[in-house]
Nanobody, 120 residues
Framework: QVQLVESGGGLVQAGGSLRLSCAAS????????MAWYRQAPGKQRELVAAITSGGSTKYVSSVKGRFTISRDNALNTVYLQMNSLKPEDTAVYYC??????????????WGQGTQVTVSS
């Protein structure tokens, strides 16, 4: 089992910045892709950004140029630097990890979520 713990959410004014962190722990063998999703009230959960173990990244178009995803493989931690925040970025942000164990079994793990609120 893999556990994910997020931190770094909070309340910020529009134009401000926040940095989210997500640390993985447990029986870790190979975390392939780590990602951040978000879910705003009344909306579906959407992928915000993802990063592979090799460092390849992708972003939803609405955050390109403002958000940066990075990871520290030695610490099994993924980060999301969010700059120039907008009220529409308000959501609960979830960390996700695609893990493969020693036997090759894949598992999809989620954190508990952290609230990000951007005031106008």
């Amino acid at each position: 089992q893999v556990q994910l713990v997020e931190s770094g959410g909070g309340l910020v004014q529009a134009g401000g910045s926040l940095r989210l962190s997500c640390a993985a722990s447990g029986l870790i063998f190979d975390i392939r892709t780590m990602a951040w999703y978000r879910q705003a009230p009344g909306k579906q959960r959407e992928l915000v950004a993802a990063i592979t173990s090799g460092g390849s990244t992708k972003y939803v178009s609405s955050v390109k140029g403002r958000f940066t995803i990075s990871r520290d493989n030695a610490l099994n931690t993924v980060y999301l630097q969010m700059n120039s925040l907008k009220p529409e970025d308000t959501a609960v942000y979830y960390c996700n990890a695609d893990h493969q164990d020693l036997l090759g079994v894949r598992g999809d793990y989620w954190g508990q979520g952290t609230q990000v609120t951007v005031s106008s």
